[in-house]
């Protein structure tokens, strides 16, 4: 690969990662909120929905519904033989907000599991060691 297709592929990787930051931070989240509570607020729903498919006192957390709905732009992607940009964009939007939520329920960043350089998956924590 030629060093001018690599700067390409990079500035389109980029692009995308910038289109997701744009939209996680600016329209949608004035007009649906941060992603938790809008999570929350669609995981009430399903729950709702699901109540008597899940098993008792079963209940969705907005980080799951971050991964159900990257799984829908999955689905879109699939059936528009992976040429719907919005699509992509929305599907690292929704990794962002995932993340987001699921850093809500640690008190501290070493406390993620994280894919060490020279070790399985650790806190992070103990990378030092």
């Known amino acids: 690969m030629t060093d001018a297709a690599i700067t390409s592929e990079l500035k389109d990787r980029l692009y995308v990662l910038r289109a997701a930051a744009d939209v996680i931070h600016g329209d949608r989240e004035q007009e649906y909120g941060g992603p938790e509570s809008n999570f929350l607020r669609i995981a009430n729903y399903w729950n709702a929905f699901l109540n008597n498919r ?43 907000n995932g993340f987001e939520c699921v850093g809500n329920l640690v008190s501290s960043q070493e406390e993620y599991l994280a894919p060490h350089p020279d070790k399985d998956l650790v806190p992070h924590s103990d990378w030092e060691k």
């Open 54 to 96: 899940l098993e008792p006192a079963t209940k969705l957390e907005p980080w799951e519904v971050a991964i159900m709905m990257d799984l829908m732009k999955t689905a879109r992607i699939q059936s528009t033989n992976a040429k719907h940009y919005d699509s992509w964009v929305d599907k690292v939007g929704y990794a962002a």
